[in-house]
């Protein structure tokens, strides 16, 4: 069975510092993908990224940047210069392929909140 | 258009009543989900239809009972609820065989 575990519940910082959230995941899949989603308080689950089991490339997009190691089984997600408008509840997810579709497993989510 | 649209945004229902959830997706995907989320919670998996065939259903109560009447539409409906269930309900779609899913605003839920 697949799990996403995310320990940190809550975080809270300062406007313009860096935050990173945590994942960790468990799977027997060999091929499988990795999400992250926010969630404000409007309560639309936003897709942010997505990453699969092949491609350990980790990426930059504007003040988003993400780290995959397959080694360690994390799929860590970086917020850099944050802003109030990042405060919400992120959401690491990991995907198999269940039939004919895919089913996601979230993790317990981590609430960041950005103080002005 | 990468766009789930969820109506109605709010409802507020008693346990003898009978509603709906509507869900609409225009993307071409040909598998779509019902997710419960309570609050603090991560979205649990009810119903997931792919083609317009259910092909999975997470042991809910037979008060929830989906339905997929094309390939653009899911619908909820909902009977002889009870105040535990309560909660945001989200829809969301797929391609097939795809990855990631896209998600509408919710519905939520309140049962009096």
């Known amino acids: 069975a697949q799990k996403v575990t995310q320990a940190q519940t809550e975080i809270s910082v300062v406007e313009k510092e860096d935050v990173t959230l945590d994942c960790v995941y468990e799977?027997?899949?060999?091929?499988?993908?990795l999400f992250w989603y926010k969630q404000p308080p409007s309560g639309e689950l936003v897709f942010l990224i997505r990453?699969?089991?092949?491609?350990?490339q980790n990426e930059i997009s504007g003040r988003y940047s993400w780290n995959f190691q397959k080694s360690t089984s994390s799929f860590n997600f970086t917020i850099t210069a944050s802003q109030v408008v990042d405060s919400a509840v992120y959401f690491c997810?990991?995907?198999?392929?269940?039939?004919?579709?895919?089913?996601?497993?979230f993790g317990s989510g981590t609430q960041l909140t950005v103080l002005p | 258009d990468t766009e789930v649209t969820q109506t109605p945004k709010h409802l507020v229902m008693g346990m003898t009543n009978k509603k709906s959830l509507k869900c609409e997706q225009h993307?071409?995907?040909?598998?779509m989900y019902w997710y419960k989320q309570k609050a603090k919670k991560p979205p649990e998996l009810m119903f997931v239809?792919?083609?317009?065939?259910?092909?999975i259903n997470e042991s809910v109560p037979s008060r929830f009972s989906p339905e997929c009447p094309n390939s653009s539409l899911l619908n909820l409906h909902l009977h002889a609820l009870q105040p535990e269930d309560s909660a945001l309900y989200l829809c969301?779609?797929?391609?097939?065989?795809?990855?990631?899913?896209?998600f509408g605003q919710g519905t939520r839920l309140t049962v009096v």
């Open positions: 969301a779609s797929s391609p097939y065989r795809g990855t990631e899913a896209f």
């Open positions: 799977t027997r899949d060999t091929t499988y993908y």
């Open positions: 990453r699969n089991s092949f491609d350990e």
């Open positions: 997810a990991l995907s198999e392929l269940s039939g004919s579709a895919r089913q996601l497993t």
């Open positions: 993307m071409g995907h040909r598998a």
């Open positions: 239809y792919s083609y317009e065939k259910l092909s």
